[in-house]
C-alpha cells in the first residue's frame, strides 16, 4: 500500500502538470491544421448552403450527405460505447483510451445539424412503406427529437466523465475555464459517489441511444428508400459494423495522440493489444451480417431482392462491395489471427485505419445507391440506375464535414485533457508489478 501510495505521489507531481495546460498550445503545426480545417470547413459549408439552395433534386447527391454522416455516427459517436464498456467490465486496458473515444461526441456539434438539413429532403412520405405507418410528425418531427437526445446525452457524458480532470487543471494550472468547468468539485465521497453512479447511467443511455439512432437511420434513409427493400438484418449490420469502426476510431485516435500529442507514457502496448481483440471478433460479426443479408434475399428470389442485391452488391457499386468487404472482414481477420501483428501498436493501428476506410467507402456505398433510386411511393424499377459520381459540392460537403469534426476534435483537447487523469490515477492504486518465473508481469486489484 505504501507502494502504490509514493507512485501515486509521484503521478500526482508528473501527470497532472503535464496535461493541465492545452494541447498544442506551443507548436506552430497545430494552429496551422486549425487553421487548414477551419477553412476547409467553410468552404464545406458553403457547399451544402448551395445544395439546400438548389432543392433536393437529384436527390442521389444527398446520398453522400448522408453517408459521411451515417460515417461519424458509425465512428466518432459510436466510440464512447468503448470506454462505457471497458468501464462496466472493469477492463483496465482501456483507461487510456476512454478520453480519446469519448470525445467522439463533439461530433454531435456537426452531424445534429446536418441530420436535420437532411431530413427535409427526404421525398414524400406520406403511404411510404416505413417504421413509421403515417404516424403523425414522422419522421421529420421524431428523428429530429432522437437525434437531438442522443447528441445531449454525449456532451453530458464527456462533460461528467471530465469533471474531476477540470478540477484536476484548476489546481494545477488556475485556468479560468477549469474553475468555471469543475463546479467546486473537491472530490468528497458523496461526489465520487454520485459521479460512479451518474456514468453508468449515462453510458447506458447513451448505448440505447446509439442503438436506437442506427435504426431510424437505417429505416428512414436507406431501406424505406429503395423499392421491395424489406430487411430486419441490415440495421443490426450498420449497428456492428458500426462498433467496430468505433474500435479502429478509438486506436487511431489513441496512436495520433501517442505521435502528435507526446503521450507515448501513458498510451502503451496493452491498450492496442487488447483492443485488437474485440476489432477480431468485431470483423467475424460482420462477415456474419453481411452474408446474413446477402443469403436472404439471394434464396426468396423475388424479383424485388434481385434489384436490391443488384442495386447494393451485385451492379454498379459491385467493385466497393468487394472493396468493403475486403478491408473490413478479409484484410483485418487476416492480420489479426498473427500474434506478432495483434501484439503490437503498429499492427492494430493499421489495421484500425484499413477499416476506417472501408467503413467510410460502405456508408456511401449504401446510401448512396438508396438515394439514386429514391422517389414516388408507388415508383417501379426493372434495373438499378448507374453508379453516381460525385460533383463538385458533394465532394466539398463530405471533405467539409469531416474537417469541420476534426477542427471540433482539435479545439476540444484544449479544453479537455486528453487522458482521463483520475482513471489513471485510480488505476496506479490498483496495481503492483511482481516477479512471475524470471519476468515481471502486472498483477490488478480487483476494485469493489
Not at 494552429?31 to 458553403?46: D, R, S, T
Not at 451480417?289 to 423475388?302: A, C, D, H, M, V
Request: with cysteine; aromatic share 12%.
Amino acid at each position: 500500500m505504501a507502494e502504490a501510495h509514493r507512485r501515486l505521489a509521484v503521478t500526482n507531481a508528473e501527470v497532472a502538470p503535464t496535461l493541465a495546460g492545452p494541447m498544442g498550445s506551443h507548436t506552430g503545426s497545430y494552429w496551422l491544421a486549425i487553421l487548414a480545417l477551419a477553412v476547409l470547413a467553410v468552404v464545406g459549408l458553403v457547399a451544402l448552403i448551395g445544395m439546400v439552395a438548389a432543392g433536393p433534386e437529384p436527390r442521389a447527391r444527398w446520398g453522400y450527405v448522408v453517408g459521411v454522416m451515417v460515417f461519424l455516427f458509425s465512428t466518432l459517436q459510436a466510440a464512447p460505447v468503448l470506454a462505457f464498456m471497458t468501464r462496466l467490465a472493469k477492463g483496465f486496458w482501456g483507461i487510456p483510451l476512454r478520453r480519446a473515444a469519448e470525445l467522439g461526441v463533439v461530433a454531435s456539434l456537426v452531424t445534429t445539424p446536418l441530420f436535420i438539413i437532411v431530413l427535409k429532403q427526404l421525398p414524400d412520405w406520406q403511404g411510404r412503406r416505413s417504421i413509421w405507418f403515417d404516424w403523425p410528425g414522422a419522421p421529420h418531427l421524431w428523428d429530429g427529437i432522437a437525434v437531438v437526445i442522443f447528441a445531449l446525452l454525449g456532451l453530458a457524458l464527456l462533460y461528467l466523465t471530465s469533471l474531476p480532470d477540470f478540477a484536476s487543471r484548476r489546481d494545477v494550472g488556475g485556468s479560468a475555464v477549469a474553475r468555471a468547468l469543475s463546479l467546486g468539485w473537491t472530490g468528497t465521497v458523496r461526489q465520487w459517489q454520485v459521479l460512479s453512479g451518474g456514468i453508468v447511467v449515462l453510458g447506458a443511455f447513451y448505448l440505447i441511444m446509439l442503438v436506437f439512432m442506427h435504426v431510424l437511420i437505417a429505416a428512414d434513409f436507406a431501406l424505406s428508400q429503395v423499392p421491395g427493400w424489406n430487411s430486419a438484418v441490415f440495421a443490426p449490420y450498420q449497428g456492428v459494423s458500426s462498433l467496430q469502426a468505433a474500435v479502429a476510431t478509438t486506436l487511431l485516435l489513441a496512436a495520433a495522440l501517442r505521435r502528435f500529442g507526446g503521450l507515448g507514457r501513458y498510451i502503451g502496448l496493452d491498450a492496442f493489444w487488447s483492443a485488437a481483440k474485440p476489432m477480431l471478433a468485431l470483423s467475424l460479426l460482420f462477415f456474419y451480417f453481411t452474408w446474413s443479408e446477402f443469403l436472404i434475399p439471394w434464396y426468396g428470389r423475388k424479383p424485388e431482392e434481385q434489384f436490391v442485391l443488384e442495386l447494393l452488391m451485385f451492379g454498379p457499386y459491385l467493385p466497393l462491395f468487394i472493396l468493403v468487404f475486403s478491408l473490413c472482414f478479409i484484410l483485418p481477420f487476416g492480420l489479426l489471427i498473427w500474434n506478432p501483428i495483434r501484439v503490437s501498436i503498429n499492427g492494430p493501428t493499421f489495421v484500425a485505419a484499413l477499416i476506417l476506410i472501408g467503413n467510410f467507402i460502405d456508408r456511401m456505398r449504401i446510401y448512396v445507391a438508396a438515394w439514386s433510386v429514391s422517389g414516388p411511393v408507388d415508383q417501379h424499377l426493372e434495373h438499378p440506375p448507374p453508379a453516381y459520381l460525385p460533383g463538385g459540392g458533394e465532394v466539398l460537403v463530405v471533405v467539409g464535414t469531416l474537417a469541420a469534426v476534426g477542427l471540433l476534435y482539435m479545439l476540444a483537447l484544449r479544453v479537455v485533457p486528453p487522458i482521463s487523469i483520475w482513471e489513471f490515477k485510480n488505476g496506479l492504486l490498483l496495481k503492483v508489478e511482481a516477479p512471475y518465473l524470471r519476468r515481471q508481469v502486472a498483477v490488478i486489484a480487483k476494485p469493489r
